[in-house]
């Protein structure tokens, strides 16, 4: 069953404020340093989903993507949307 965070946000010229992002076959969640401006989701089959906000503190956006997975996989099956709003402002989402 497909699961989604949808990323909610304010709305800016790149960023309409909701993105659907898949977490099936997540591998990993991260950023190259604690105050980077990507984080980056990275898929089990090479895809990667890249968020990018404002100058994140101490792996910020990360975390917050991190314990919206969990919370998600956790809801029941019938609910295959979880919204979360990361405290950054979102600038883009970008699927490649």
Not at 4 to 26: D, H, P, R
Not at 66 to 87: G, K, R
């Amino acid at each position: 069953m497909q699961k989604y965070l949808n990323l909610k946000g304010t709305a800016v010229t790149a960023f309409e404020g909701n993105q659907l992002v898949s977490i099936n076959g997540i591998k990993t969640i991260r950023s190259t340093t604690a105050i980077h401006v990507d984080t980056l989701i990275e898929y089990e089959d090479g895809t990667t989903t890249t968020v990018k906000t404002a100058a994140n503190v101490a792996f910020g956006t990360v975390v917050q993507l991190q314990a919206a997975v969990i919370a998600a996989l956790q809801t029941s099956w019938t609910n295959p949307v979880y919204d979360v709003t990361v405290t950054k402002a979102i600038v883009s989402v970008i699927n490649a």
